[in-house]
């Protein structure tokens, strides 16, 4: 029988103000024994504040191959951009 | 997927190696980037982690707190990297346990320097100071290797690594500003590890087979020779400041290459090593498998006690 321990995803908030961040994964049989772990792997110069840890099986993510139908169709939307608009040379600070 | 498909898919792939685009887990990459990558990093990862057992050895012996605080908290480190090194070479499509059976059944391999004996103290000043400086020179170009959750493993592990090699070489230091069978003994030390530390970065180019594919993939940006004669010019002042000698007769300053002329380097006894017949190979499996087998009720007892959280918490 695979009696293995699940993969988790761990995610630090190096400082308050700032975003959690994927560092990487690790092995534990449930969330506390996760934290646990994710504390003593990545965070043993105080790199983190706060930790988040995410069984990896319940992240959903993106496939590469889809890259052009998901990202691409933002590339011809240049009006999203503050620099589409010409402003007369007097008008400052907008 | 016909042949044009795939040449296709290559050529795109080849291209983005060569603009520094990162190869990423999700992202097509051939077969042949993939096992090579599994086997470089789990080679690299099984190195961290029985790289911690002739450390091991010196933990309830070292002779200040001072020094025991600083060897735990290395050995600790080389557990996270060989956890961070585990964790990236995953993503690639295989298991932890997967990776474990290869290095206690032996297919997989780990770096041949952890299969020497640390004899004393001062082995572990050597170690720090030419095993920690010798892997510092090969892991600094992996940081901007191809393969992402590599190259981002790395850059945590080079982070960690220059405590290392300071606190071995302070060790080395001391021993050898002390008494004269201290000296003696840092000088030992010296002599047995310095020639397998400068085996450590493989065989000659002319005998390396892995070199020009693993220069593509950017596994490599210098070659094993350049990489050894970086090690040996920035050591050997080291080892002239303390007034330990290198044990190499044929050392010489050449003062037209600026580097130093060394003598020959004993390959066979790097293949016997490489081939299992070093002082301590089955020490180390043996060592490494009871751990893993030791441990078994604990991680079943840890998956019980999760599932029966679980119906617990469905009830
Ligand atoms: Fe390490
Ligand atoms: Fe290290």
Redesign the pocket.
């Known amino acids: 029988m695979d009696n293995s321990w699940p993969i988790w995803e761990v995610f630090i908030r190096s400082k308050n103000g700032l975003e959690h961040r994927h560092c990487g994964s690790i092995h534990a049989a449930d969330e506390k024994m996760a934290l646990e772990n994710a504390r003593d792997v990545y965070t043993r110069r105080m790199e983190g504040v706060s930790i988040w840890v995410v069984e990896s099986k319940y992240i959903t993510a993106s496939n590469p191959e889809n890259n052009g139908e998901l990202f691409e169709p933002a590339q011809d939307k240049v009006y999203r951009h503050p620099t589409f608009y010409n402003l007369p040379d007097e008008v400052k600070h907008m | 997927m016909s042949e044009a498909e795939l040449k296709t898919l290559e050529t795109a792939f080849e291209q983005k190696i060569q603009d520094d685009v990162r190869i990423e887990p999700k992202d097509w990459m051939p077969e042949k980037y993939r096992k090579t990558h599994i086997r470089q990093i789990s080679q690299h990862a099984h190195?961290?982690i029985v790289?911690m057992l002739p450390e091991g050895n010196w933990i309830t012996r070292a002779p200040s707190l001072r020094r025991k605080v600083a060897l735990l908290a290395k050995v600790q480190?080389?557990a996270g990297?060989?956890l961070y090194l585990y964790s990236a070479c995953e993503t690639l499509g295989i298991s932890r346990d997967e990776l474990l059976e290869q290095l206690h059944k032996g297919t997989a391999k780990y770096s041949s320097i952890f299969n020497y004996p640390t004899l004393t103290w001062a082995d572990i000043g050597a170690i720090g100071w030419l095993v920690?400086g010798a892997?510092i020179i090969n892991?600094v170009p992996l940081m901007n290797t191809s393969y992402g959750p590599y190259a981002r493993a790395m850059v945590r592990?080079c982070k960690?690594?220059s405590f290392?090699q300071r606190q071995g070489f302070e060790i080395m230091m001391k021993l050898a500003k002390g008494t004269s069978e201290q000296k003696e003994m840092a000088q030992d030390a010296l002599n047995r590890w310095w020639w397998p530390s400068i085996m450590m970065f493989g065989p000659t180019d002319a005998e390396s087979i892995h070199t020009a594919q693993s220069m593509k993939w950017k596994l490599k940006r210098k070659t094993n020779d350049e990489l050894r004669q970086q090690f040996i010019d920035q050591t050997v002042p080291q080892a002239d400041l303390i007034g330990l000698s290198v044990p190499d007769a044929d050392l010489k300053w050449n003062e037209e290459r600026q580097s130093y002329d060394f003598g020959p380097i004993d390959w066979d006894e790097f293949w016997q090593v490489v081939k299992g017949h070093g002082p301590c190979n089955k020490q180390r499996i043996n060592t490494r498998v009871a751990a893993y087998e030791n441990g078994k009720w604990v991680r079943d007892g840890a998956m019980a006690h999760a599932a029966k959280k679980e119906v617990r918490k469905a009830v």
């Open positions: 190195s961290e790289g480190d080389e990297h060989g920690d892997a892991q592990v960690e690594e290392h």
